[in-house]
C-alpha cells in the first residue's frame, strides 16, 4: 500500500447552516430546525440540525415533506452572506497551520500538513488544535478526518459525527473498511449502493473480493476507483488550485410554468445570471447546460458544447432556448436549471450560491 507518508486531514463544520442560525438566535437551540425554502413556496431544505436530522430531515428534501416528517420543524430562511463570512474566518484557521487547504465548499476542506507551519509531527495534534480553534473563533463545532489520503481522512471525518475526531492508520486502514457499509464510502452514492447490494457487496470486506476486471465489468469506468479505494489507495494530492468544473443556477416555481413564453423567459433570466456570476470570477465556459423538471417530478437534462469560451448572456441565452425548443415540451414545468461547465478557470473550490427561494 503506498502512502509516501502523508498527513492529510478532512474538516467538515457540523450541520454548518443551521448551526450558525442557532448560535445567532438562542431561540432556536435544542429545537428541530432547517435552513431552506418555504413549504408553501416549493422550497428545499439546505441543511437541518441534528434536533431535526432524528425525524429524517436531509438536505435536498422538499420543505413540504420535512414538514410532513417533523411537523414542529422551524424553517430559517437562508442567509448565505452570513454563511461566507464563518466560512472565511474558519478558513483563516486553516492558513495558521498550512498553505496547501483545497476548500470543497464553504463549510468543508482539504488540507495537507505533512509539512506545517508549526512543524508539528502529529496530524492528530493539528486536527484537535484546529476544532478548538474553530470553536474559539466561530463558536462552532466542526469533525475531523485524519489519514494518508484523501478518501480515508473524508470517511473519517463522516464515522463520529458532530464534533468527531477520528484517525485512519495505515497499518488500520483495511481493517477500518472491513466492515464498513459501502453506503459509508466517500463517492459511492445511493444508485451504486444498490447496484452494489444486488451484487451481494455490503461492505469493505465483499468489494475487496472482485477483482478489476469484474468491477469495471459492472461499473463502468468507476471500476478502477472502486478497486482502489477498497484497498485504502488513493495517490489524489491536496490541490489549493482546485478546478471547479461547473457553475449553475436552479429554480423551482410556486406554480407550475404552463406556458412556452414563460419558460422561455425564465431560462433567459437565469442565463443572464450565469452569465454574471461568471463575469464576477472572471471565467469563460464552453458547454451549455439545462435541466427541466416536470410535474410529476420526471426530469431532463440536455447539454451542447460550442467551439469557443465564452461568458456572454446573449451566447448562453441563444444555447439555452436552442436546447429547450430541441425537447418540443407540452407539459407543465416545475423546475428550470442552467449552467455552463468546459470552465477555462480556477475558482476558490468555495460553493456558488444555490438559490433556495422560489420564483
Known amino acids: 500500500m503506498k502512502t509516501d507518508g502523508r498527513k492529510i486531514i478532512h474538516v467538515d463544520m457540523d450541520c454548518f447552516y443551521a448551526a450558525i442560525e442557532q448560535r445567532d438566535n438562542p431561540e432556536l437551540r435544542g429545537k428541530p430546525i432547517a435552513v431552506g425554502g418555504s413549504d408553501k413556496r416549493r422550497g428545499v431544505i439546505a441543511t437541518a440540525s441534528y434536533e431535526a436530522r432524528k425525524y429524517g430531515i436531509k438536505s435536498a428534501l422538499a420543505t413540504k415533506f420535512a414538514k410532513k416528517k417533523c411537523p414542529k420543524l422551524i424553517i430559517v430562511p437562508p442567509r448565505f452572506s452570513a454563511y461566507k ?10 492558513y495558521k497551520y498550512t498553505d496547501l487547504v483545497e476548500p470543497l465548499s464553504l463549510d468543508e476542506a482539504y488540507l495537507d500538513v505533512t509539512e506545517n507551519k508549526l512543524d508539528m509531527t502529529s496530524a ?14 466561530a ?31 495505515p497499518q488500520k486502514a483495511l481493517a477500518f473498511m472491513q466492515d464498513l457499509p459501502v453506503e459509508s464510502f466517500f463517492g459511492i452514492g445511493q444508485a451504486t449502493a444498490r447496484k452494489m447490494h444486488r451484487l ?11 477483482s478489476k476486471l469484474e468491477l469495471a465489468t459492472h461499473f463502468g469506468r468507476n471500476g478502477q476507483f472502486l478497486y482502489n479505494i477498497c484497498r485504502g489507495i488513493d495517490e489524489r494530492p491536496v490541490n489549493p488550485d482546485r478546478v471547479r468544473k461547473s457553475i449553475s443556477e436552479e429554480r423551482t416555481f410556486s406554480e407550475d410554468l404552463i406556458l412556452e413564453k414563460d419558460i422561455v423567459e425564465q431560462l433567459l433570466k437565469q442565463a443572464d445570471h450565469v452569465s454574471e456570476l461568471m463575469k464576477k470570477h472572471n471565467i469563460k465556459g464552453k458547454t451549455t447546460n439545462i435541466k427541466i423538471r416536470f410535474k410529476n417530478f420526471e426530469t431532463l437534462t440536455r447539454s451542447h458544447t460550442l467551439g469557443f469560451y465564452t461568458n456572454k448572456a446573449e451566447h448562453i441565452r441563444i444555447e439555452v432556448e436552442k436546447l429547450y425548443r430541441a425537447i418540443e415540451n407540452t407539459r407543465e414545468v416545475r423546475l428550470i436549471g442552467v449552467g455552463m461547465s468546459s470552465l477555462d478557470t480556477e475558482l476558490d473550490g468555495s460553493q456558488l450560491e444555490l438559490d433556495l427561494k422560489p420564483s
Open 85 to 94: 463570512e464563518v466560512s472565511k474566518t474558519i478558513r483563516e484557521v486553516f
Open 124 to 137: 492528530i495534534l493539528v486536527a484537535r488544535r484546529i476544532k478548538e480553534d474553530i470553536l474559539k473563533e
Open 139 to 169: 463558536e462552532l463545532t466542526a469533525s475531523a478526518g485524519v489519514s494518508y489520503n484523501k478518501f480515508l481522512a473524508k470517511v473519517a471525518s463522516d464515522y463520529n459525527k458532530p464534533d468527531g475526531l477520528t484517525a485512519i492508520l
Open 200 to 210: 451481494r457487496i455490503k461492505n469493505g470486506r465483499d468489494l475487496r473480493a472482485f
